[in-house]
């Protein structure tokens, strides 16, 4: 039998063999001290990598929302998007993706309604979510399922669990 393709492989640390050996020749190794460590660099890896993809996603999400500031695509007949939508959109945004620990999903739009607002869209497979802020700020959450819709007043908390939803399709 040959191991081919293990050479490389670096090998695995046998805690009970560990344990078993020390006991034998009397010695002590903190094992649970090592273990400890190890979990906490692991956390602290995840929790930085966390981070990093939470700055990244408000940073997308801010630059988007700035695009929408650019005043050569207005006109009378075609508005910008309201200073306090623009506000308004950007705070409930900024909430919810903190509280979320997935940070991939990110609108698929992002788009003035040409009356002062601005309207939001997710999709995925055949669920989809529409986030409207009127320009005087108020909100209207639209959901559809296949054949199943309704339009909401969402709070920050129905936002973050329709957000939820969808990620789950």
Known sequence: MTNAGYENQKPFLDISHIRTFSASEGRSVELSKIMEDARQKAIGLRYSALEENKQKTERDLLVFLSEL????????DFLKP????????RNILLQAYRSLTD????PKFITADGDGGIRLQWKNEARELRLICSEVAEFNLYWQDGEKYSLEKPTLQNLIARLKWLKEA
């Open 82 to 89: 309201s200073e306090s939508a623009t506000n308004a959109t």
């Open 69 to 76: 500031g650019d005043d050569s695509d207005y006109n009378g």
């Open 103 to 106: 940070f991939s999903l990110l």
